[in-house]
């Protein structure tokens, strides 16, 4: 046996290599007859011993298919089993993997910061929150016949309602760590109430403030219906079940760049500490944290902070140096940190209450206008959702919860009109922002934000100081925060087919109608004194200018339109809109951690089921 062996294990190596040897000349002869320059190399036979190595693809983390997994409150990690795909070629480019989770984000939706930080990260929450605020309260209480103590009340009242309307959303709504503050969309109706003829006969200017405060009650009590029903009987589902990534693009996108004129239009007016706001926001937030390898979380989570405070003691520095004297009026009330009157007006303790102008009067007129404005506020509020999602590192949220959360802003809107607010509820676009920023999607952070604003809201004195910060330092930060909330719709692009000439037609189209439509609208307004549809309804001319004044609106109802007619029934539409992405998110129960990020507390789920 022994003697068979060694004469057999040489004859077997000869004879391959006998073998291989005539396969590389019949190969070289092969070459020379075609022309070729250089023979292949002959094929090389590689014996392992032990278990097979795994290939690249097998040995690529999870989090590099999926995304990064989110961690629950207890720190294990979520399950989600990664897609089959090939193993790429080690010295071929590759395009970066698909994310369906945003990688990088330090705490997201589930998780929480320690006690000390998260109350910081929410009270620069409560300080983003202000600006809409108080620019929507300058703009509306001088038209409505107010002065500086009705300014005073009304912000207040808003940021108690905001409070309550946040925690609202959070606990039963989307779940997403979004804040629900007061929303622009609702002015054009509002202003149209506030210098309409029916009440240009008080002569009291306070009783005519109460009189318009009671009209937009009972436009917006009937136009919070409007949003509840779409809302909770799931019509809202419904529409946004076709959603794909495609549509989504400009859709979210327009969300941020739709508000470009709050940004440095606004921060021109005070060029002297609007400029100083934006740079020092950029250079804290973006190009010192690279620089500290340990404590680089302090100038992530705290830029805003930091960079207010010091450009806010600037300002007050030159309004105490006289910078301004002489000045004009519109220069000192940009500039200037003691011309906001809200100090003087505001009281020390005052808890709002509901009908606290009195009790709302109806107008058919006025409530069809604040009903256009709700669907738009819902509309914008839904893109406000799917990029809060992605920077709380969040799966894409299922049809059911969207729609479950515009049923509650139905709610907030209700409470808008009990308490007086002059405008609905919309959800913070800038502080969407501000999570991607910071890079916290808590949900316990903006929690601890709207406890902020009840808190400052019912101590009027002290939250008057905060409101007083002059514009054109808030209008620095938009510039950043609105930036954010694009970036996050352009990041769906990596789920769509960028190849296709239907994808780059439907892209490019709707981003421009959406700039365009809302453009011609303004200005011709601005230019005319009224809208381009201007019929002898007044109503009717409010409903048009509210709809296609919104950037998001024009260019969620162009992509949408496209995207489910254009090529309908070819093979490829599916995948190039990405539609294949999000497939197992339509429906609530086809990925576990719809339940993990989305369920409601308290085991509320068994009463309240998401489809």
């Not at 409070?163 to 609702?186: D, E, H, K, M």
């Not at 107008?363 to 506020?377: E, L």
């Not at 919104?550 to 162009?558: F, G, N, Q, R």
Request: charge should be positive; include cysteine.
């Amino acid at each position: 046996m022994g003697i068979h062996g060694t004469m057999l294990k040489p004859l077997n190596l000869s004879f391959g290599a006998h073998y291989y040897r005539r396969k590389l000349k019949h190969a070289i002869k092969q070459h020379a007859v075609a022309g070729e320059v250089e023979p292949p190399s002959p094929p090389r036979v590689i014996i392992r011993r032990g278990k097979p190595r795994k290939s690249a693809q097998e040995e690529q983390p999870r989090e590099e298919l999926w995304g990064q997994p989110c961690l629950k409150m207890g720190g294990e990690a979520a399950a989600a089993p990664p897609p089959k795909m090939t193993a790429p070629k080690v010295d071929e480019l590759q395009p970066h993997p698909v994310k369906i989770q945003l990688p990088g984000v330090d705490f997201c939706l589930n998780s929480a910061p320690r006690w000390p930080e998260a109350m910081l990260l929410g009270f620069q929450h409560y300080l983003v929150m202000l600006g809409t605020i108080v620019i929507i309260a300058t703009i509306l209480v001088p038209l409505m016949g107010g002065g500086n103590s009705e300014k005073s009340q009304m912000i207040n009242t808003m940021l108690f309602v905001a409070g309550i309307n946040t925690l609202l959303q959070t606990w039963f709504g989307s779940r997403l760590p979004v804040v629900i503050g007061s929303s622009s969309a609702y002015l054009i109706p509002a202003i149209s109430i506030a210098v309409s003829n029916r009440n240009s006969n008080y002569v009291d200017p306070h009783e005519r403030f109460k009189q318009s405060m009671q009209r937009m009650q009972g436009a917006l009590l009937i136009a919070s219906i409007f949003q509840m029903v779409i809302g909770f009987l799931g019509f809202w589902r419904i529409f946004t079940r076709f959603l794909s990534p495609l549509s989504v693009v400009p859709f979210v996108t327009l969300t941020g760049l739709g508000l470009f004129a709050r940004g440095f239009p606004e921060l021109a007016k005070c060029v002297e500490i609007g400029l100083p706001e934006l740079i020092l926001l950029i250079v804290i937030s973006q190009y010192i944290p690279p620089l500290m390898s340990s404590r680089r979380a302090i100038f992530d989570r705290g830029a805003v902070l930091f960079s207010v405070a010091i450009v806010w003691a600037f300002a007050a520095l030159l309004t105490l140096s006289g910078a301004y004297n002489g000045r004009s009026v519109n220069t000192q009330i940009s500039c200037r940190t003691d011309r906001s009157g809200l100090i003087g007006g505001a009281e020390w303790i005052r808890v709002p209450y509901p009908f606290q102008w009195g009790g709302p009067s109806f107008d058919a007129g006025d409530a069809f206008a604040m009903m256009a404005s709700s669907m738009v506020a819902l509309i914008e509020s839904t893109g406000t959702f799917i990029a809060a999602s992605r920077y709380a590192s969040a799966t894409p949220v299922p049809p059911s919860v969207l729609s479950r959360g515009v049923g509650w802003l139905g709610v907030s809107t209700l409470i808008d009109g009990a308490f007086g607010t002059a405008t609905g509820s919309a959800a913070s676009v800038e502080n969407a922002g501000l999570l991607g920023l910071t890079r916290i999607g808590s949900r316990r952070v903006i929690e601890i934000s709207a406890g902020f604003m009840l808190f400052f809201s019912v101590l009027g004195k002290f939250g008057a100081v905060l409101a007083s910060i002059p514009l054109p330092i808030v209008a620095a930060l938009y510039c950043v925060l609105f930036a954010y909330v694009a970036g996050a719709g352009l990041s769906f692009l990596q789920f769509c087919n960028l190849n296709s000439f239907r994808t780059k037609f439907i892209l490019g189209f709707s981003l421009f109608m959406g700039l365009s439509v809302p453009q011609y609208f303004e200005e011709y307004l601005l230019a005319a004194g009224n809208g381009p549809v201007h019929t002898r309804s007044i109503s009717f001319n409010n409903i048009m200018q509210v709809i296609f004044s919104s950037a998001p609106t024009v260019a969620l109802m162009v992509a949408y339109l496209l995207d489910r007619t254009h090529s309908w029934g070819h093979s490829a539409v599916r995948t190039d809109s990405g539609r294949h992405w999000w497939a197992k998110f339509t429906v609530f129960s086809a990925d576990m951690r719809s339940e993990e990020f989305y369920s409601l507390p308290y085991n509320l789920n068994r009463f309240f089921p998401s489809f």
